[in-house]
């Protein structure tokens, strides 16, 4: 049984969760969501496979 797991999601929940909690810290968690991807979209993901 292969079990593959992605960034992502796991990503995005962790991002929900903080949300839920602590709503300030929605400026935080965008911003620092577009940078990542941004960055991954530039210079590719590449090896970056969990």
């Given at each position: 049984?292969n079990?593959?797991?992605?960034?992502?999601?796991?990503?995005?929940?962790?991002?929900?969760?903080?949300?839920?909690?602590?709503?300030?810290?929605?400026?935080?968690?965008?911003?620092?969501?577009?940078?990542?991807?941004?960055?991954?979209?530039?210079?590719?993901?590449?090896?970056?496979?969990?």
């Open positions: 049984m079990i593959s797991l992605s960034l992502a999601p796991i990503v995005s929940l962790i991002a929900g969760i903080l949300i839920l909690v602590v709503p300030r810290l929605l400026n935080y968690i965008v911003a620092v969501y577009l940078i990542v991807i941004g960055l991954i979209g530039l210079f590719g993901a590449g090896n970056l496979r969990l």
